[in-house]
């Protein structure tokens, strides 16, 4: 299932996007410059060996500010290196939304008078035309970064069968993924080590509707982790791109902010979303949020009258339950936690389902005895519980009070 765009959306209404294709038809395809007004086409093959042997072999260690290493190394290099660099430099930056306009244009001043290179909002734009702020690591990652950048573009200027956009944006993914994925194989001298956010920025690029705007490593981890009950049933799935997109499908329709677009774009961002789980970096926090996360989900689904934990497509997945039962089993408990014995004026009382609803493959009718009133404290514990190695035994009442008043 995917998600609807809104209906006057479209990628190319921002500049990253719209940049990108433009980008790839001017530098890849005419082999001409994207960023400066050089008329003639470059020499690509030439170019990539010259700022390999300047930028790879002759690499400076040590304080000195990237810009200031880059003027040094290429102070003697040929015009067709220095335009290739400026425009590989310039795909580094573009997506980013944390750049300004001037500073990405600013690059190109190292080597080139400011007449020749281009001044152009489709080119330059503002932060939100971006696909997202990477963050610190991206800038202080920069090498690598380009690196990253030189040696996908040394694939896509040795492969001549490649004749159109489509194809060349085909062909990135492809890179990118293998690039944050796979094994990497060092291609015309080029080869990066770590983790490089270039490939996750292209990848978004190459195939927005399939791969999010998440540049870090850490956040993509951070929201499987803490959504990860949400996809309890798809175990076959590996691909931490593939369990992100799945998460946003189910969950599309029960977050997000008012502005259609924004949540679009930036789903995982959205205020309500984010919250959830940014900054969940260390095991136990995850673990607390996804199970926060579970409590609320379950406590806010939309009522019915049968059967529970039945699917109904919309924009995502809700799971039917049913506040009758709820209410049902609060009054036949007397709003009294079963395991501590908790009790507030008939108020703060949950109610558990001993068979998760987020673990049924198909729903069926839910009595009372599948449920057992629980104070916040105990019901919590009783979502960690269900998610130990062994957790399934906590599916049994009286194993499970026995448990619970074991630690309270």
Same mark, same amino acid.
Not at 59 to 73: H, L, R
């Given at each position: 299932?995917?998600?609807?765009?809104?209906?006057?959306?479209?990628?190319?209404?921002?500049?990253?996007?719209?940049?990108?294709?433009?980008?790839?038809?001017?530098?890849?395809?005419?082999?001409?410059?994207?960023?400066?007004?050089?008329?003639?086409?470059?020499?690509?093959?030439?170019?990539?060996?010259?700022?390999?042997?300047?930028?790879?072999?002759?690499?400076?260690?040590?304080?000195?500010?990237?810009?200031?290493?880059?003027?040094?190394?290429?102070?003697?290099?040929?015009?067709?290196? /220095?335009?290739?660099?400026?425009?590989?430099?310039?795909?580094?930056?573009?997506?980013?939304?944390?750049?300004?306009?001037?500073?990405?244009?600013?690059?190109?001043?190292?080597?080139?008078?400011?007449?020749?290179?281009?001044?152009?909002?489709?080119?330059?734009?503002?932060?939100?035309?971006?696909?997202?702020?990477?963050?610190?690591? *991206?800038?202080?990652?920069? *090498?690598?970064?380009?690196?990253?950048?030189?040696?996908?573009?040394?694939?896509?200027?040795?492969?001549?069968?490649?004749?159109?956009?489509?194809?060349?944006?085909?062909?990135?993914?492809?890179?990118?993924?293998?690039?944050?994925?796979?094994?990497?194989?060092?291609?015309?001298?080029?080869?990066?080590?770590?983790?490089?956010?270039?490939?996750?920025?292209?990848?978004?690029?190459?195939?927005?509707? /399939?791969?999010?705007?998440?540049?870090?490593?850490?956040?993509?981890?951070?929201?499987?982790?803490?959504?990860?009950?949400?996809?309890?049933?798809?175990?076959?799935?590996?691909?931490?791109?593939?369990?992100?997109?799945?998460?946003?499908?189910?969950?599309?329709? #029960? *977050?997000? #902010?008012?502005?259609?677009?924004?949540?679009?774009?930036?789903?995982?961002?959205?205020?309500?979303?984010?919250?959830?789980?940014?900054?969940?970096?260390?095991?136990? +926090?995850?673990?607390?949020?996804?199970?926060?996360?579970?409590?609320?989900?379950?406590?806010?689904?939309?009522?019915?009258?049968?059967?529970?934990?039945?699917?109904?497509?919309?924009?995502? *997945?809700?799971?039917?339950?049913?506040?009758?039962?709820?209410?049902?089993?609060? /009054?036949?408990? /007397?709003?009294?936690?079963?395991?501590?014995?908790?009790?507030?004026?008939?108020?703060?009382?949950?109610?558990?389902?001993?068979?998760?609803?987020?673990?049924?493959? +198909?729903?069926?009718?839910?009595?009372?005895?599948?449920?057992?009133?629980?104070?916040?404290?105990?019901?919590?514990?009783?979502?960690?519980?269900?998610?130990?190695?062994?957790?399934?035994?906590?599916?049994?009442?009286?194993?499970?009070?026995?448990?619970?008043?074991?630690?309270?």
């Amino acid at each position: 299932m995917s998600i609807q765009a809104p209906s006057d959306f479209s990628w190319n209404n921002y500049g990253a996007y719209s940049a990108f294709d433009s980008f790839i038809q001017r530098f890849v395809l005419e082999r001409k410059s994207f960023i400066t007004e050089h008329p003639h086409s470059v020499n690509a093959k030439e170019a990539l060996a010259e700022i390999n042997g300047l930028f790879v072999d002759r690499y400076e260690k040590g304080k000195t500010s990237f810009g200031k290493k880059a003027s040094k190394q290429f102070l003697h290099a040929t015009e067709d290196a /220095k335009i290739f660099f400026a425009n590989a430099e310039y795909l580094w930056a573009m997506p980013s939304s944390s750049l300004k306009p001037s500073t990405k244009r600013g690059y190109a001043r190292r080597w080139f008078a400011d007449s020749l290179i281009k001044d152009d909002s489709a080119i330059y734009f503002n932060h939100h035309e971006g696909i997202a702020n990477p963050g610190q690591y *991206y800038q202080t990652n920069k *090498y690598q970064e380009l690196l990253a950048i030189f040696r996908i573009l040394s694939y896509l200027f040795s492969e001549n069968d490649l004749t159109s956009v489509r194809q060349i944006k085909r062909r990135i993914e492809a890179l990118s993924y293998e690039g944050l994925y796979g094994k990497l194989d060092p291609h015309g001298g080029f080869k990066t080590r770590d983790y490089c956010g270039v490939h996750a920025a292209l990848l978004h690029l190459s195939n927005p509707d /399939k791969y999010q705007s998440i540049i870090s490593q850490g956040n993509k981890e951070q929201i499987v982790k803490v959504f990860e009950h949400i996809i309890s049933d798809r175990a076959d799935i590996t691909c931490k791109e593939e369990k992100i997109s799945l998460i946003r499908e189910r969950i599309y329709d #029960e *977050y997000g #902010e008012a502005d259609p677009h924004f949540k679009f774009r930036w789903f995982f961002y959205c205020d309500e979303v984010k919250r959830r789980w940014l900054g969940k970096t260390k095991a136990r +926090s995850q673990s607390d949020a996804s199970i926060n996360d579970e409590i609320h989900r379950e406590e806010n689904a939309p009522d019915i009258e049968d059967e529970e934990g039945g699917k109904v497509k919309t924009e995502g *997945y809700r799971v039917y339950r049913s506040a009758k039962l709820v209410e049902d089993r609060k /009054k036949y408990d /007397k709003h009294t936690c079963k395991a501590c014995s908790f009790h507030f004026k008939n108020k703060i009382v949950h109610v558990h389902h001993l068979d998760p609803l987020s673990e049924r493959e +198909s729903p069926r009718k839910t009595v009372l005895d599948d449920l057992i009133t629980l104070c916040p404290n105990c019901h919590y514990l009783a979502h960690y519980l269900l998610r130990l190695k062994k957790g399934d035994v906590y599916k049994d009442r009286d194993t499970l009070i026995k448990k619970l008043r074991k630690i309270d």
